[in-house]
């Protein structure tokens, strides 16, 4: 059974930081480019970090370069975003997505997701 479980979400002030993570299980995670998506009430979902299944190239969405940073331990099967200088616009249900192939095919992944409030 494919999981994908964030945690480290809440609610921080303007300037403060969290790091998320993502416990997975049932897929070779190793294998599989990891990144974090966010939603916004009202908005679609986009893209705000990704990274190879080994760790070598990540990418950002421009808005958060600087600020995030994505990483894995594939000993651990985790994937964490450490967040910082947190802005009111980074709220949003924060989402884990895992993509591969295996046996030919590609498979896409998506945990449930871990809200993160910026408010004064």
């Known amino acids: 059974q494919v999981q994908l479980v964030e945690s480290g979400g809440g609610l921080v002030q303007p300037g403060g930081s969290l790091r998320l993570s993502c416990a997975a299980s049932?897929?070779?995670?190793?294998?599989?480019?990891m990144s974090w998506y966010r939603q916004a009430p009202g908005k679609e979902r986009e893209l705000v970090a990704a990274i190879t299944s080994i760790g070598g190239i990540t990418n950002y969405l421009d808005s958060v370069k600087g600020r995030f940073t994505i990483s894995r331990d594939n000993s651990k099967n985790t994937v964490y975003l450490q967040m910082n200088s947190l802005k009111p616009e980074d709220t949003a249900v924060y989402y884990c997505?895992?993509?591969?192939?295996?046996?030919?095919?590609?498979?896409?992944?998506w945990g449930q997701g871990t809200q993160v409030t910026v408010s004064s």
């Open positions: 049932g897929f070779p995670f190793s294998r599989y480019a």
């Open positions: 997505n895992a993509v591969g192939r295996d046996y030919g095919r590609e498979y896409d992944y």
